[in-house]
């Protein structure tokens, strides 16, 4: 079945920099949206950053100018790219895909989540 796999998380100083990579595989026709969201201690999952099949790209406004979303279609490949990073930035980051199956519907998959910790 499909799999996301995540890598690129770690420990970071504030101001350092990141990547993260994610990875689809398994029964794929297309994928129309990829993207991160994550989990702070306490808090609820909260939107990062999404690119949809066609290149459109969404950010929320805390990671604005600081992170960059791209996409490897033909390798079913989202990266995050996380520069001037935050303590506030701290948590789990969960990889996020719209995929479509080969004979079956639509849905949403999730990573397992890979822990980025930016310490002061």
């Known amino acids: 079945q499909v799999q996301l796999v995540e890598s690129g998380g770690g420990l970071v100083q504030a101001g350092g920099s990141l990547r993260l990579s994610c990875a689809a595989s398994?029964?794929?026709?297309?994928?129309?949206?990829m993207g991160w969201y994550r989990q702070a201690p306490g808090t609820q999952r909260e939107l990062v950053a999404i690119v949809t099949s066609g290149g459109i790209l969404n950010y929320s406004d805390s990671v604005k100018g600081r992170f960059t979303i791209s996409r490897d279609n033909a390798a079913n490949t989202v990266y995050l790219q996380m520069n001037s990073l935050k303590p506030e930035d701290t948590a789990v980051y969960y990889c996020?895909?719209?995929?479509?199956?080969?004979?079956?519907?639509?849905?949403?998959?999730w990573g397992q989540g890979t822990q980025v910790t930016v310490s002061s």
């Open positions: 996020y895909a719209v995929i479509l199956g080969w004979g079956r519907p639509e849905r949403a998959y």
């Open positions: 398994g029964s794929i026709s297309s994928i129309r949206v």
